[in-house]
């Protein structure tokens, strides 16, 4: 066995109703006093961020609520949430909402705290200067943002850039299904597809994949196969709106440390250049990347195929086309689009998007397959 490193958040808090004992956790933290939050318009209107305020409020707490978080975070919308947060100067951030407001949170955690502009965090271990204590708090079963260090943000010209850096794990992911039961199916859907896609490909990563990452992606497949049906179709299971954040989490965990690949890298084009979301724009390519890399990553799938119980005899192989028959089957079952043009892509736009794809290194250095510019057109024709 190679050598390998794991990494994780250092405190992981789950169960229902968490965010009403707040303080307990953050007290753990220091004197936290002063708790700036990051959130968006839906969380607000849906009523979520109410049981935390109330309990903050009880704690004494001075509160400044930043709720203007949008998808794929644009740089510009990050710089102005940090200036209005550091205007506060609060003793630590707290994010709560799904993977844009987590990303846009950790972000804001390391501006409020010190000199570096944003400009100079893109990319890997950029990030040179301490952080406020941060906690993160999913609301939706699917980016795992609460255990990675990463951020994805968008730049003004539309491009999505990462920023990867150990500083960007939480103090603390708090994991509270109660803010989960009120999900619409189709966000529920589109995210948990996203999350079984992190644990397939952190199985298959070319560059880093490891025992660990492995046996936590197994689990959280186990669990999200097990619950995505019923969390869509009956969004009041408590018990599967648990399983899904579990398995969301321990995914994110996975692809921490095993990155993922060309899935992803041909769904960034996807959300960037037609604003579909990160979850669904996965779930409209995997089939058809899982089918490309089959050549490399057959004895993976199976082993997925196996601890899913799938039905189906016969090589690495077969059952790898049974595992992707399964994956699709869910995809319909739970309501998702399986096709490019029911999102508004025609033919003409594949070369564009397959331009874009191409240059996504950082990703697809990942695939178990290496992919050429022409690959990837034919992908999304097969998508379309």
Known sequence: MNSFTFETVSRISVGAGLCTHIDERLGALG???RVGIITDQGIIKAGLLNGLLDALSAAQKEVWVY???TADPPSRMVKSAAQEMSAFAPDCIIGIGGGSTMDTAKIVAVLCAGNQPLGALYGFDQVTESRLPLVLIPTTAGTGSEVTPISVLTRDNGEKVG?????LYADLALVDPELTLSLPQHITAATGVDAMVHAIESMTSARLK?????SLALIALQRLHGAIERACLHG???EARTQMLLGALQA????????VGAIHGLAYPIGGQFHVSHGLSNALVMPHVMRFNVQKAAPVYAQIHDALGLKGAGNDA?????????LERICVAIGIER???QVGIAHTDLAAMADEAITIERLLVNNPVVMTRDDIYRLYEAAL
């Open 31 to 33: 004197d936290m006093r």
């Open 67 to 69: 709720d203007q978080v």
């Open 163 to 167: 920023i990867i850096s150990s500083k």
């Open 210 to 214: 490891n025992p660990m990452s492995d």
């Open 236 to 238: 009041d299971d408590i």
């Open 252 to 259: 994110g965990q996975a692809f921490a440390n095993a990155p």
């Open 318 to 326: 077969a059952k790898a086309e049974v595992l992707i028959d399964e």
């Open 339 to 341: 096709h490019l043009a």
